[in-house]
């Protein structure tokens, strides 16, 4: 098949009794009619004559041609007609399911606009609404009784050549919390960048969502939840789930498939990115990949303050997975700058739910420890940056508001040019606004947020302030 095509000598071959011409005639056209209902191969209005006389489908779509570029307007006209972004995100996913082509020609036509839309920060609202949004199933759904036989739902999916797995288990949605199966939108969203944003082709993408139950009383009451109504699974049969999903993938897929965690709690997250770095091809996003953005940014602010990584002391609001990442790359930097190991890690401090981490403070994980510092305990951020007076605050707490009015004065008054990431996601739950920041800032500080705010308001605060330098 090509563009789309069905040739008859194709058909005869795939017929039991090719010389029955009556059986190959209606064969073609239920062929035809399944192509216009095919994603993958729909290209609406844009079949040529040829084309649809060939599928047998002349007189079931609507005589006119319009090309994809003509479309692809009548697709912005009813995306501006839509009065949310929810509502856009739930027309762009149905365009998705109708024509993938025609999808990725809207996403790529103008990516700044439509990321947003179909990743974050508008998925964390589809994800919290995915009962409600759900329209048709995409990816597979891998639940906790299905241990013992995941190669076989493995053997569902229809296309054979995969190159990327997106997996979540919905434990630990943005900074969201546990949405259970409807987590399912992120590693969707997610895999619709691999194709807009790195040219990797749809069909080799697949999303999995690894169900083993939800702790949110919420959803488990929701007559609209659509994932397993019972308490997470933990403990074995958890890993026992893993460890089963992880080889049936490379045996069906081959070893160089790449095997993307996604939004897994810390307790996990840490545990199973150790155990199958060095098995698998697979990466964990939110520690690895967040790092790698993260210290972008830092490295492009270094060449707005004209200094080193090793120069700066850095403090964290947040202690988890994305936190711990940026971390130790952030020590990676340091130490190729000539600072040892302990030298880079002193210049490194992290505040969780608890306050300052300390050493000598209860309850400590193995990650946490190795950033423990010796000082006096301390509560609250704001005595924190005012004690130690970093030069850089990252937030990844996903505590709307944690960079308060005072904590961003203060890094202004000891900082000629401060660095403030508002890292966490979705945009609700920024750390602050782009726009305090250049206010309370005077225009000094070096911001980079998460997810987008919005851009004629930042461009508007870039114009008032001149100096501002913003960072996204």
Not at 395 to 412: L, P, W
């Amino acid at each position: 098949m090509a563009h789309g095509l069905v040739k008859r000598e194709s058909v005869e071959s795939e017929m039991h009794k090719p010389e029955d011409q009556s059986k190959i005639f209606v064969y073609t056209k239920k062929r035809g009619y399944d192509v216009t209902r095919n994603p993958y191969l729909n290209k609406g209005m844009a079949f040529s004559l040829e084309e649809r006389l060939q599928l047998g489908i002349h007189g079931l779509l609507p005589p006119c041609f319009l090309s994809q570029d003509v479309q692809l307007l009548r697709v912005l006209k009813n995306y501006e007609m839509k009065r949310d972004d929810l509502d856009r995100y739930v027309f762009l996913m149905g365009l998705q399911d109708r024509n993938e082509k025609l999808f990725y020609r809207v996403l790529t036509s103008d990516t700044e606009r439509f990321m947003p839309i179909v990743y974050t920060p508008t998925v964390g609202l589809a994800c919290q609404m995915y009962g409600l949004a759900f329209r048709r199933p995409r990816g597979l759904f891998i639940t906790i009784h299905d241990l013992t036989h995941i190669s076989t739902v493995l053997q569902s999916w229809p296309e054979k050549d995969i190159r990327a797995v997106c997996v979540t288990d919905g434990e630990r949605i943005l900074g969201l919390g546990d949405l259970g199966c409807y987590g399912m939108g992120i590693p969707v969203g997610k895999l619709a960048l691999y194709t807009a944003c790195g040219g990797m082709p749809p069909q080799q993408c697949l999303p999995v969502m690894l169900d083993v139950g939800t702790d949110n009383e919420e959803l488990l009451k929701d007559p609209l939840y659509i994932g397993l109504r019972h308490k997470r699974i933990r403990g074995q049969a958890y890993d026992d789930l893993l460890e089963e999903f992880m080889k049936a993938v490379s045996d069906r897929y081959g070893m160089d498939c790449l095997i993307q965690f996604e939004d897994f709690a810390n307790s996990n997250a840490f545990r199973l990115l150790s155990k199958y770095r060095d098995q698998y091809c697979t990466f964990n996003d939110d520690i690895q990949g967040t790092a790698a953005v993260a210290v972008a940014g830092l490295l492009a602010a270094l060449r707005v303050t004209k200094s080193k990584m090793s120069d700066h002391t850095i403090v964290f609001q947040g202690a988890g997975e994305a936190a711990m990442g940026i971390a130790d790359l952030i020590m990676m930097a340091m130490e190729k700058e000539g600072l040892s190991k302990d030298e880079a890690l002193r210049k490194i401090w992290m505040v969780d739910s608890k306050g300052l981490i300390v050493k000598g403070r209860d309850h400590l994980t193995h990650e946490k420890e190795r950033f423990a510092h010796e000082h006096e305990q301390m509560r609250n951020l704001v005595d924190v940056v005012h004690e130690l007076k970093p030069t850089a605050i990252i937030g990844v707490a996903a505590i709307s508001g944690a960079f308060t009015e005072e904590i961003i004065r203060d890094m202004a008054s000891f900082n000629e040019r401060p660095i403030i990431f508002a890292l966490s996601n979705p945009t609700s739950k920024a750390e602050c606004t782009a726009e305090q920041c250049y206010t309370i800032t005077e225009g000094q500080g070096i911001f980079a947020s998460g997810s987008p705010f919005d851009p004629e308001s930042a461009w508007v605060m870039y114009n008032l302030l001149e100096k501002t330098t913003f960072l996204q």
